[in-house]
């Protein structure tokens, strides 16, 4: 089975960049399908455009633009391409980084879909400094690769004993759903009583239930910005906002730039 060390993938590179044990890399994915392989590090995958499946021994996940798909080292898995065309943004670590940055490599075992906003806002920010390429991007990328890795590690970490099995069919429809949900519906598809669920809201997203539907709406216009020729006002609507201006503010909130500015990234 073919191994591939530091830095290596399947496809065209476009650009890479290294910095201090960590490797960011963009690629188009030309190879239908590619065989069975492994990588030596664990690295994310960010689907910048296209469609396809990864495959492990285990599992068969479905790809498309905006998913984040974390890779365990030493784990057999192979690609198969259900688009035309297809592109790819990786942050690959090297082992030892963990260690130098206090941070547990256990919980980066087993592959999986990170599916929680506030990841995908931070690699989006990863990505604007890794274009922009100024003085600095890589400081400001070093900082955001050990928050990303935080939030990473929050949402692998073993769920709470007493956290309700609903929670999880509740950040389904978050992550789903970008329409504004009123708490009585929720509570109904939910079979939960609203005083309960806005008790259990905070406790377990770790933020209130506004802030987190909030996340997800710039987490679908991020694709939409860095794939679409769509107007802003119709990426607005596309992603749940009620205007332009709306999706304007909650953007720079979330992003720290405006929806311009992070589409027109050099």
């Known amino acids: 089975m073919k191994v591939l060390s530091k830095g290596q993938y399947y496809g065209s590179m476009n650009f890479e960049q290294e910095i201090n044990g960590i490797i ?31 495959i492990n021994k285990k599992n068969k996940t479905g790809c498309s633009a905006g998913n984040l798909l974390l890779h365990n080292w030493d784990e057999p898995h192979f690609n198969e391409k259900h688009s035309s065309y ?25 592959s999986q879909l990170i599916k929680n906003p506030k990841s995908h806002h931070l690699l989006a920010k990863i990505y604007f400094e890794f274009k922009c390429q100024d003085i600095y991007s890589n400081i400001s990328i070093e900082l955001l690769l050990f928050q990303l890795c935080e939030s990473i590690e929050s949402e692998k970490a073993i769920v709470s004993k007493d956290e309700p099995q609903w929670m999880n069919a509740l950040r389904e429809i978050l992550h789903q759903n970008n329409q504004n949900l009123s708490l009585n519906h929720l509570s109904n598809i939910l079979g939960v009583h609203p005083a309960h669920l806005s008790r259990a809201v905070p406790k377990y997203l770790k933020t209130t239930l506004g802030d987190y539907a909030r996340q997800q709406k710039i987490k679908i216009a991020l694709v939409f910005l860095l794939n679409s020729k769509l107007s802003l006002t119709e990426i607005a609507y596309a992603s749940g906002f009620s205007d332009q201006s709306h999706f304007i503010r909650v953007f720079k909130m979330y992003i720290g730039l405006t929806p311009s500015q992070f589409r027109n990234k050099k």
Not at 30 to 51: C, I, Q, R
Not at 88 to 108: A, C, M, P, T, Y
């Open 86 to 110: 297809s592109r790819g943004f990786h942050v690959e670590f090297e082992r030892s980084w963990f260690k130098q940055k206090q941070l547990d490599i256990n919980l980066w075992e087993g």
């Open 24 to 54: 960011l890399s963009e690629y188009d994915y030309s190879a239908s399908k590619t065989e069975w392989h492994y990588h030596e590090n664990p690295y994310l995958m960010y689907v910048l455009g296209g469609d396809l499946f990864d």
